[in-house]
């Protein structure tokens, strides 16, 4: 397959760059299939959180995602015009929760499948051992990494 794995040599260039390349026509492919749902990637990572998590305290789901709550609210406000989220009253008079519509969850499905099909074009294009090899780098290069501050995992959904 011709690997850049085993590679010898020096690291050449800028890794930030080649990264942010990478990611940018990644994000390509998946936020045309997504749009074809009438959604943001953004807006699909939450949706699925509140599918996997159900109905959850703002704060719960921010820390999930690794969002600000002021990113999380901002976020979410598309999603509660959409009426595929509705927030309201929590446990006690000064919670809240957030949670799926039934809308919400139709959305989210459809928006799946779409998704799928980015994966597998992912896959198609770069082939699938190349797309393991690279989750595997991913996972060892985040797992070596210092922990992540909260206030820099703006952009994780």
Not at 26 to 42: I, M, N, S
Not at 74 to 87: C, D, E, F, I, S
Not at 114 to 143: F, I, M, P, Y
Request: glycine share 8%; proline share 6%; hydrophobic share 45%.
């Amino acid at each position: 397959m011709g690997t850049a794995l085993h590679a010898k040599a020096a690291p050449q260039g800028c890794t930030h760059l080649q990264l942010r390349q990478l990611m940018r026509r990644v994000a390509r492919l998946y936020d045309a299939e997504l749009a074809q749902a009438g959604l943001k990637t953004t807006q699909f990572s939450l949706l699925t959180a509140l599918d996997r998590l159900g109905p959850a305290q703002p704060g719960q789901l921010a820390r999930q995602l690794r969002l600000q709550p002021s990113t999380l609210t901002r976020n979410l406000q598309p999603l509660v015009a959409a009426g595929w989220v509705v927030q309201g009253p929590g446990s006690d008079g000064r919670s809240r929760l957030v949670q799926l519509t039934e809308a919400g969850r139709a959305k989210r499905a459809e928006a799946r499948q779409r998704w799928k099909s980015a994966q597998l074009e992912l896959n198609r294009l770069l082939g699938d051992a190349r797309v393991a090899a690279l989750h595997a780098l991913l996972q060892e290069s985040l797992a070596l990494l210092a922990p992540e501050p909260p206030e820099a995992a703006e952009d994780l959904v």
